[in-house]
């Protein structure tokens, strides 16, 4: 098949799946042309099956608001004419089912639409007025539509009244590079006396709810000696490091900024810490479980479709961080509850999340809309 990908080609967990799952197609010999803004982050060494295509978007004096939309529809129709593209496959319903809608327009019905809702297109787009019927005619005109998790498909068909069946397809993790790695040399930077590392990796926008991450690391700190380690960057991170300073913890915490590859660096995590307000998956507890580590984190979205209470973490309501706390140390203490925990991680990493068998998923959906 040729395929068009269309992304944030920035971090985040949509591009590493949209970019993840491209990889993998062309590795099954498939045409895959990312059709994006810039460079998807994760698209690593040249393979012959994979193009790139930049959308450049100029800025004229006339417009008070760089096209990008636009310009990005007329470059999936140039592409899909020049490339002989059978589908478009587009992460985010805005803007991006929109301009596939268009492009289709441009070059005929054969074009077939896949969108994948990730999360925030609905979550929280899907409250504003202003927004809302065009994302739901994104979805209904798409020939195809997937979301990355049950309670996001809910959610969509609650919030935006969508008749349009949604298909439910996880994300997944490459257990290729993601599994527990000999990190000892890590281990003694970040950890020289053997102390706990709990773990956060977000884009610090407040539905993180990073102040609980710091919350929950103080109350584990007074039980054990522990280590902080902060990935990712983002608005509420100056507030971030004022709430560290305060609670007197900067010793204890450490900043890794943006990181591209953390296959690597969550192998030396004892825990990774998730209590969002929303998620519609949270791929980076996958990422973690799939290297052993195990996940607390809140009710929130589709996290527990990914993190199952009890058995590979533990799940908390939104906001308790005490109950968060509590469960942290509870898991950090008993040595004989933490292998089975982060064995359960690793397992259910792999059969449910499995790249082969998501990959696969998308490919059958693909060849039944292709006919
Ligand atoms: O979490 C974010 O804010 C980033 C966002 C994105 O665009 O990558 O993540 C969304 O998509 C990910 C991949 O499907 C999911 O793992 C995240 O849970 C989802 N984020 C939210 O729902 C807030």
């Known amino acids: 098949m040729n395929i068009g990908i269309t992304c944030y080609p920035s971090l985040g967990g949509s591009g590493v799946v949209a970019t993840e799952l491209g990889k993998l197609l062309a590795e099954r010999g498939h045409q895959v042309h990312f059709i994006t803004g810039g460079m998807p982050f994760r698209l690593g060494a040249f393979h012959p099956n994979i ?13 008070k608001y760089p096209p990008y939309d636009l310009t990005l529809a007329n ?12 589908l478009l496959h587009v992460h985010y319903a805005v803007p991006h089912a929109l301009c596939a809608f268009l492009a289709k327009q441009m070059v005929g019905d054969h074009l077939k639409i896949v969108t994948t809702l990730h999360g925030t297109d609905i979550t929280v787009l899907g409250y504003d007025s202003n927004l809302s019927d065009m ?3 994104g979805i209904e005109r798409s020939d195809l539509v997937t979301a990355v998790s049950k309670d996001l498909i809910k959610q969509t068909k609650e919030l935006l009244h969508v008749e349009k069946e949604i298909v439910p397809v996880y994300n997944f993790v490459d257990k290729r590079r993601y599994y527990p790695k000999e990190v000892e040399h890590l281990k ?10 709990l773990m956060h990796i977000s884009n610090f926008r407040p ?37 560290i300073a305060e609670q007197d913890l900067t010793e204890d915490v450490c900043f890794l900024g943006k990181q591209e590859d953390v296959a690597e660096v969550l192998s030396m ?17 996958l990422e973690a479980m799939a290297c052993g580590v195990p996940v607390v984190a809140s009710v929130a979205g589709g996290i527990p479709e990914v993190v199952v209470d009890g058995v590979n973490g533990f799940l908390r309501p939104i906001g308790d961080v005490e109950g968060m706390a509590q469960a942290a140390i509870r898991l950090l203490q008993n ?12 397992e259910r990493s792999c059969k449910t999340f499995c790249h082969e068998t998501i990959a696969s998923e998308y490919e059958a959906l693909y060849a039944k809309l292709l006919g």
């Open 51 to 63: 193009f790139y295509h930049e959308v450049e978007v100029n800025h004229y004096d006339v417009f």
């Open 75 to 86: 470059r999936m129709a140039q592409v899909a004419k020049n490339e002989k593209l059978d």
């Open 135 to 137: 994302i739901r005619f």
């Open 188 to 197: 003694k930077v970040f950890a020289p006396n053997g102390e706990k590392i």
């Open 207 to 243: 539905v993180k709810r990073v102040p609980d991450v710091i919350d929950i690391f103080a109350r584990v700190r007074q039980e054990m000696p522990a280590r902080l380690i902060l990935i990712g960057e983002g608005p509420e991170m100056g507030a971030v490091r004022k709430q």
């Open 269 to 285: 995590a004892d825990l990774m810490l998730l209590p969002s307000e929303k998620e519609s998956f949270g791929l980076v507890a």
């Open 335 to 346: 040595e004989e509850m933490y292998r089975q925990f982060s064995a359960n991680s690793i």
